[in-house]
């Protein structure tokens, strides 16, 4: 995949997504960048500058909790403790999941300062082993781990991301937008997608009769 690069045309820009097999090239008027807090043009943007802060996250997704009809957005029963070189204060999240009635998400999140000796995802999984069953009520041997899930938001103070490309549309992670409640806003950019996706249209279809209008007069 090339890093869009810019290809201008007598009337419109398109923008080089990918390079196919015999030369050929897949090229769009319009690129909306869903690759998430990595992004190849997120990178472009910040130029590989240092994240002001990451926000790690360990979890799982288990069958077997006979009490699963509530959840917690943000859940904290413990005090701040020592993880590799950091201080680092444990925050959780449980939901009920779809995939059955007794099936259960659970996410042990933290907040640090990107340097050397941060903690490790393994180090905080195994925390999260030692502490879900108390913060579940639950016995670890009573469930079946179905999937185990991790992740690192990296977080900047400039945020969300201004637009810094024609015709590049940043969504979601890559458009730098962050919240501690919501992470990366998922429950709201899907409640907005209809709208979302209707302007886009519109907006595409104005240019193309504005292009089909130049090349016939």
């Keep these: ?83 590799g070189n950091s201080q680092v204060h444990y925050f959780w999240e449980a939901f009920p999941a779809g995939s059955g009635p007794t099936d259960r998400t659970t996410y042990m999140f933290t907040y640090v300062d990107p340097q050397p000796g941060c903690p490790k995802l393994e180090e905080l999984l195994e925390d999260y082993w030692d502490l879900m069953p108390a913060y579940q009520g639950v016995l670890l041997d009573d469930l079946e781990i179905l999937r185990v899930i991790f992740g690192i938001f990296p977080t900047y103070c400039d945020s969300p991301l201004p637009a810094s490309f024609d015709r590049i549309l940043q969504f979601g992670d890559a458009s730098g937008i962050q919240s501690p409640v919501s992470f990366g806003g998922f429950g709201s950019l899907t409640r907005h997608l209809g709208r979302l996706s209707t302007a886009q249209f519109k907006c595409i279809l104005v240019i193309s009769k504005s292009n089909v209008r130049k090349t016939t007069s």
Aim: hydrophobic fraction near 35%.
């Design 1 to 83: 995949m090339h890093c869009f690069k810019s290809l201008n045309t007598n009337d419109f820009v398109l923008y080089k997504v990918m390079q196919l097999t015999e030369g050929k090239i897949l090229s769009s008027r319009l690129i909306i960048d869903a690759m998430g807090n990595f992004s190849p043009v997120v990178k472009q943007i910040r130029s590989g500058r240092k994240p002001d802060g990451v926000c790690l996250v360990v979890g799982s997704c288990a069958r077997g909790f006979k009490e699963n009809s509530t959840s917690d957005v943000i859940f904290s029963s413990s005090s701040v403790k020592k993880v």
